[in-house]
């Protein structure tokens, strides 16, 4: 396993017996949703560890090719994103290392919940589709399917009966909210559990939102 990517870790109690890694957006790192967690209430009788990990530095094409944190480059703003391809999969790599630690440390993948905004999204999508673990849900967050012609079957795929939990904002300027409608029908279309809502905000969270996150964590983590 090649060397962890650094991570903030918040821990509800003591010896968690499950793991949420949630992974932020472009431009952002692993700081930027650790407040999150006193926000969410979860029931106190679980033990869940936050991983945030940190994106790598790299240049992005279309913010003139600046460094910042980034799952992935992105060529063009379109309704098509291009996207480099192998930076994803590259970046679920690491993820995916970051869930074998946690199965290291005595985590079972069915006590792992996978998280990502926007960018991170993607590589939740990706990864959970792509990955031999079958894990306790995934959370698709302001984001869209980037490889939405490779998508399997749920009876192809370990997740296949995993919950997704997909959330967007009906004014986001910056993922468009027809993305999130298109990957809800997809999964849905493919046999996938799909639990599908909208708010009224723009490219990020809101308190209706972190109530219906918490609602939905006590029941996958219960």
């Known amino acids: 396993m090649a060397e962890l990517l650094p991570s903030v870790v918040v821990e509800t109690a003591q010896n968690p ?4 890694i949630w992974l932020h957006g472009l431009g952002s790192d692993g700081h930027d ?22 994106a790598p530095i790299r240049p992005v094409t279309v913010n003139g090719g600046m460094e910042m944190r980034a ?14 391809t192998g930076n994803i999969a590259e970046s679920c790599e690491q ?3 970051l869930i074998e630690a946690q199965i290291a440390q005595g985590i079972d993948p069915s006590r792992i919940v996978l998280a990502g905004f926007s960018q991170g999204g993607v590589i939740a999508y990706q990864l959970s589709l792509t ?5 306790a849900g995934v959370m698709a ?7 939405k012609s490779m998508l399997p079957s749920a009876s192809e795929c370990a997740n296949g009966k995993t919950p997704f939990l997909i959330h967007h904002g009906k004014q ?39 109530q ?10 219960a």
């Open 17 to 20: 017996d499950s793991t949420v």
């Open 33 to 54: 949703f650790e407040a999150i967690v006193p926000a969410l209430t979860l029931d106190p009788s679980l033990k869940v560890r936050f991983v945030f990990p940190h």
């Open 71 to 84: 799952w992935y480059d992105i060529y063009e703003i379109t309704l098509e994103r291009k996207v480099d």
């Open 95 to 97: 993820v995916s290392d």
């Open 131 to 135: 990955t031999s673990y079958s894990l």
């Open 141 to 147: 967050l302001s984001t869209y399917l980037a490889n």
């Open 172 to 210: 986001d300027p910056v993922v468009p909210f027809s993305l999130s409608q298109e990957a809800s029908q997809l999964l849905s279309d493919k046999g996938y559990l799909v639990d599908y809502k909208s708010y009224d905000m723009p490219h990020s969270v809101c308190p209706e939102q972190i």
């Open 212 to 221: 219906d996150i918490s609602a939905w964590l006590n029941t996958r983590l």
